[in-house]
């Protein structure tokens, strides 16, 4: 089987989407023979693609996609003669729902589609709100984008979602079901075989118990919360220390138990074994985030480490199985209660560690998904 990867950022790019897109990209090619990148290039409109990707990243992030999806027809145009060159059976489209916009296919193939959000379900969701819209005037496009994420949604063979949240808001948004709008969850943003799980292996939590963050933006992963916890821990005569890592906490956010390892970089041996050995000793992440998605809940299982969250998007963490997911109401208390009550039963914390592992290992890697994915492809074509 032939797949034509098609993504508004090369999977070469590993900065891309968090790092998703070249997972995605890697895990499909250990399942299928031929995986091809097509060439994102804008056509005639190339060199504004080329200006926009030199603006500061806040105004890239928001202006790339909304420009590739007006310019849509001129764009598609390229990526059609692409597909006509060769004999593909698959476009497998991750995150960039506006590649697809205006595409003409030159013959018969099966079209998927994955990403953790799209841009009006974020828009309309709890976390879209709690970041709010940096230009104010897009609103005036937003009923433009629904109509074209409905026609390219309505179109595709197959919308396979990593959660249930966001499954359901293409129901209500788009008005597609099963079977073609499923959920197959995302891995970890780490290679399964440079994962260290090591089991029980931990600090005894009763000497101190250790929370771990890990994000570039202290307060969008809950960063504020996070340090309440430990100081409650600490007012309680509890030892407890927060591990910081990718950001800087403000000042009033730390003290003496707050250690900031700042941003460790996977490709460096020295610095990813830290990061490595951070989640394997620590007892707990704690990451009340605004998240549609999040891949540290992901590496976080991977190492047997429960994860305290917001109940909020498509956080894949679920009540006794990997962590807890509380309320967006909950007070500190509620995290600081579930960790005295794992922290004074040693069967039932390890339990939750060992449950959290076998987690990852039957969903939130990225063998499962790409297994998963092919699956479902073939069961999709075989009508064809």
């Not at 069967?347 to 092919?374: D, F, I, Q």
């Amino acid at each position: 089987m032939k797949i034509a990867y098609l993504c508004d950022i090369s999977p070469m790019e590993t900065w891309g989407y968090s790092g998703g897109n070249s997972n995605m990209y890697r895990a499909l090619c250990d399942q299928f023979d031929d995986v091809h990148i097509l060439e994102n290039s804008w056509g005639w409109a190339e060199p504004l693609r080329h200006l926009v990707n030199a603006m500061p990243e806040a105004i890239t992030l928001r202006a790339r996609w909304r420009l590739h999806l007006l310019f849509g027809p001129i764009i598609a145009k390229n990526v059609a003669r692409q597909l006509a060159r060769d004999k593909y059976d698959v476009v497998f489209c991750p995150y960039s729902f506006h590649s697809l916009a205006g595409l003409k296919l030159p013959y018969e193939m099966t079209t998927v589609y994955t990403s953790d959000a799209t841009p009006t379900s974020y828009k309309r969701s709890s976390i879209g709100a709690a970041f709010g819209s940096y230009f104010s005037a897009s609103r005036i496009l937003d009923p433009l984008i629904l109509r074209a994420e409905k026609r390219v949604f309505g179109e595709v063979s197959l919308a396979l979602w990593p959660s249930k949240w966001m499954e359901n808001s293409a129901k209500e948004l788009f008005a597609i079901t099963t079977p073609q709008s499923q959920v197959v969850p995302w891995g970890a943003n780490l290679p399964d075989k440079d994962i260290a799980y090591s089991g029980d292996d931990r600090p005894d939590m009763q000497k101190t118990v250790r929370l771990l963050l890990v994000g570039r933006d202290w307060f969008a992963k809950g960063g504020a919360t996070s340090f309440a916890v430990l100081e409650a821990l600490m007012e309680k005569g509890i030892p407890a220390r927060l591990d910081v890592v990718g950001c800087m906490p403000p000042d009033e956010h730390r003290n003496e138990n707050v250690k900031v390892h700042g941003l460790l970089s996977k490709s460096d041996p020295v610095e990813f074994q830290k990061f490595m050995d951070l989640y394997q000793n620590a007892h707990f992440m704690v990451m009340p985030s605004f998240e549609s998605y999040g891949f540290a809940f992901c590496e976080a299982s991977a190492f047997g480490l429960p994860s305290l969250c917001m109940d909020i998007g498509g956080v894949p963490v679920v009540d006794g199985v990997n962590g807890f997911a509380f309320p967006p109401e909950a007070n500190v208390d509620a995290y600081v209660d579930c960790i005295l009550e794992h922290r004074n039963d040693a069967k039932k914390y390890n339990a939750l560690s060992k449950s959290a592992r076998a987690y990852y290992e039957t969903h939130l890697n990225w063998g499962a998904w790409a297994r998963s994915v092919k699956a479902k492809i073939i069961e999709s074509r075989a009508g064809l």
